[in-house]
């Protein structure tokens, strides 16, 4: 669970004022001629009066109530950049069936920022317990919602969002647990297919990842595939596991690169990560 601090942090009242209100007799920029200030005053961000506030409060705990009520057990993983960028996961605590991918569960982001580099977004996506990593989906993207900062202007998919309706992402959310054993179906007929580190080597030469990076997966592959290594973790219930190796398959293959983007470059921003993740995981099932 995540810590009382950086859920204040997440829920920090905000609210948007024009420049003037707090330089008076000074003129701004008609695309900078608002901000973004949090409670104790401070500025977070300059704004033009078109910028659609979209305050993290109207987005997450609604949800949050939501999926509470609908007995959706869940834990949420929080990512805040400069108090501007927000990255919200929902893991949900009830695996999805395989009978040789038994490590998954199904999640729900919301990213969302005070500053306009962050578009509104729901996405929809899986996270691995091994490695506590988020999977791309291989299908089902069309779920995926998105809303610039403006206003008046309605999603990418032609829904509008008007801040997220909560009965629409009810709705999605419920496709999606369906559509789940779509995708999980795609990463078992991964799990059936050896492979090897050169495969990992190839799709890293392919996409032209670093050193340190191909590195970390080719370990990483090593250790999981492994059962003479020692790999535990916690579940979804808090109970450490052993684990017990896994087969050296594609699946294990896309897994030790996935665990290498999102654990070798903490800098680089969640959305870079998951383009690149898209990439491996088109290279694998090519």
């Keep these: 669970m995540e810590t009382a601090e950086i859920t204040s942090r997440l829920f ?3 609210e948007k004022v024009e420049l003037k209100t707090i330089f008076p007799g000074r003129s701004f920029p008609r695309a900078n001629d ?5 409670s104790n005053g401070g500025i977070l961000s300059f704004c033009s009066s078109s910028y659609n506030l979209r305050s993290n409060s109207t987005l997450y ?4 109530e939501m999926m509470t009520n609908q007995k959706i057990p869940f834990d949420s993983k929080i990512q805040i950049i400069d108090d501007t960028k927000f990255y919200v996961d929902y893991i949900i605590r009830e695996r999805v069936k395989s009978l040789t991918v038994n490590d998954i569960l199904p999640k729900i982001s919301i990213w969302n920022s005070y500053d306009g580099t962050v578009k509104t977004v729901l996405k929809f996506g899986f996270y691995r317990v091994v490695c506590a990593n988020g999977l791309t989906r291989p299908e089902g993207e069309q779920i995926n ?3 610039k900062h403006r ?4 999603a990418e998919d032609g ?3 008007s801040l997220l309706s909560h009965d629409k992402i009810l709705e999605n959310i419920k496709i999606f647990l369906v559509e789940a054993k779509k995708d999980i179906f795609i990463y078992e007929k991964m799990n059936h297919i050896e492979s090897d580190v050169k495969r990992i080597l190839q799709i890293a030469e392919k996409l032209n990842m670093s050193k340190n990076l191909v590195e970390t997966a080719i370990n990483r592959f090593d250790l999981e595939t492994s059962k003479s290594k020692s790999l535990t973790y916690v ?3 808090g109970e450490i596991i052993n684990h017990e190796g896994s087969p ?5 293959v896309y897994n030790a690169l996935n665990y290498a983007i999102y654990n070798c470059n903490q800098k680089e921003l969640p959305e870079a990560k998951l383009k690149r993740d898209k990439l491996v995981l088109a290279e694998v099932l090519a």
């Design 151 to 154: 206003k008046g202007v309605k």
């Design 34 to 38: 608002h901000a973004i200030i949090d």
């Design 12 to 14: 920090q009242p905000v």
């Design 248 to 252: 050296a398959t594609l699946y294990a």
């Design 159 to 161: 829904v509008d969002l």
């Design 61 to 64: 705990k609604p949800l949050e």
């Design 235 to 237: 579940n979804e219930n």
């Design 145 to 147: 919602i998105s809303k």
